[in-house]
T-cell receptor, first 114, second 110 residues
């Protein structure tokens, strides 16, 4: 497809379980971002990948959250030992070049922790 | 500390009216100010963006007004239509990933 693809679109998991969320960016985009959208909280930056540079992890809320990007393309966001407060929409975005340019979002992965 | 403050949280406008959403920022290093539009169940999509070298940018019915000295920018939607009903996010960036406001839920009623 032409856009940013995310999977799963919906995930319900039990508290304490680990989850993996996948993002396939737009082909050729070197920058990839993860944001979290909670009700009434806007879009919260989590992590940013740019080419082969070390990722900017400054937005990750705890050490239970991690992300990797393999081969400069697909990215996986992992949440370990999920908590109810992790329930949110996790949005992935990509852009052609570095910051300050248009970023294109996927439709998100809705995570519900019960 | 919230770097981009957006208001109002929600807005109801009559069809044909003007919708105005305001944002204020703190970081003077910000040099890119986009607005994103989000429909339910979809990811946000870029609507219009401005850089601080101009005070206004217009694209169709959508206009950004930018006040660098006041560190404020706003989105104006002229002739608002029911199809404009969505959540709108302002954002800002400099040498950082985009920082978003908390969003404004716009409802345009006939």
């Amino acid at each position: 497809g032409a856009g940013v693809s995310q999977s799963p679109s919906n995930k319900v998991t039990e508290k304490g379980k680990d989850v993996e969320l996948r993002c396939d960016p737009i082909s050729g985009h070197t920058a990839l971002y993860w944001y979290r959208q909670s009700l009434g909280q806007g879009l919260e930056f989590l992590i940013y990948f740019q080419g082969n540079s070390a990722p900017d992890k400054s937005g990750l809320p705890s050490d239970r959250f991690s992300a990797e990007r393999t081969g400069g393309s697909v990215s996986t966001l992992t949440i370990q030992r999920t908590q109810q407060e992790d329930s949110a929409v996790y949005l992935c975005a990509s852009s052609l070049v570095d910051r300050g340019n248009t970023i294109y979002f996927g439709e998100g992965s809705w995570l519900t922790v019960v | 500390q919230q770097q981009v403050k957006q208001s109002p949280q929600s807005l109801i406008v009559q069809k044909g009216g003007i919708s105005i959403i305001n944002c204020a920022y703190e970081n003077t290093a910000f040099d890119y100010f986009p607005w994103y539009q989000q429909f339910p169940g979809k990811g946000p999509a870029l609507l219009i963006a401005i850089r601080p070298d101009v005070s206004e940018k217009k694209e169709g019915r959508f206009t950004i007004s930018f006040n660098k000295s006041a560190k404020q920018f706003s989105l104006h939607i002229m002739d608002s239509q029911p199809g404009d009903s969505a959540t709108y996010f302002c954002a800002a960036s400099g040498n950082t990933p985009l920082v978003f406001g908390k969003g404004t839920r716009l409802s345009v009623i006939a």
